[in-house]
């Protein structure tokens, strides 16, 4: 089936510095979502990009969607001890036995070194 | 954003018993959603639930093992059918929010159930 790959599994930072993490589809996708779950917590939703080359801002969040609308990332600059859980990426895609459903990323576990 | 409820929070349970879990929304919804998340997993849709029709599992999820139910549009129902430890994992619902376009398919998620099989 259609997946969603996304990097890297786990990221540890000092507080300070920035993170990015990436989604990689192997088809089109309508478009990608990203979501942040909290430690304990359940998902919550961030942002939604669906134009090839999007690029959205929330504050110290950068999401990027490319060209080809195949890949996504998310860039935290200045990371924060509240940045903390795990960050996944959600595709939709066009056609095939995925059609119109979120396929989720594996999810980037972000822990903060204060 | 939909306000949505789900319960048990958290329940433990006996290999080869059923538990029914509840998902509540505060508005009318067309689509809702149900996902499993094994520990230190991402989330795996189990199933949409339609109003006024059966639920479409996703492969691997079967209609005996996750009987859905859907009676209205505030509200649904996962049972998890004669469980066994691999069902351990936390049970999430989710609501599609269309938007003001109609076609934003963002999904909003409840506090999900973390179920615990001995």
């Known amino acids: 089936g259609q997946q969603v790959m996304q990097i890297p599994q786990y990221q540890h930072v000092q507080e300070g510095e920035d993170f990015t993490t990436y989604c990689n589809s192997s088809?089109?996708?309508?478009?990608i979502q990203w979501y942040k779950q909290r430690p304990g917590g359940h998902p919550v939703f961030l942002i939604q990009l669906v134009k090839s080359g999007e690029v959205k801002k929330q504050k110290r969040l950068t999401f990027q969607f490319g060209e080809a609308k195949k890949n996504s990332s998310l860039h935290i600059t200045a990371t924060q001890t509240t940045d903390v859980g795990t960050y996944f990426c959600a595709g939709v895609f066009l056609g095939g036995t995925s059609y119109g459903k979120l396929t989720f990323g594996q999810g980037t576990i972000l822990t903060v070194h204060p | 954003s939909a306000v949505i409820s789900q319960k048990p929070s958290r329940d433990i349970c006996q290999r080869g018993t059923s538990l029914t879990i509840q998902c509540q929304v505060d508005?009318?919804?067309?689509?809702m959603f149900w996902y499993r998340q094994q520990p230190g997993q991402s989330l795996t849709l189990i199933a949409t639930?339609?109003?006024?029709?059966?639920?479409?599992?996703e492969s691997g999820f079967v209609i005996d093992k996750f009987p859905i139910s859907r009676p209205n549009l505030t509200f649904s129902t996962l049972t998890v059918s004669n469980m066994s430890p691999e069902d351990s994992s936390i049970y999430l619902c989710s609501v599609e929010d269309r938007g003001q376009g109609g076609n934003t398919d963002t999904q909003y998620f409840g506090p999900g159930t973390r179920l615990t099989v001995l």
């Open positions: 639930a339609n109003q006024g029709s059966e639920a479409t599992y």
């Open positions: 088809t089109t996708l309508s478009n």
């Open positions: 508005s009318q919804v067309t689509m």
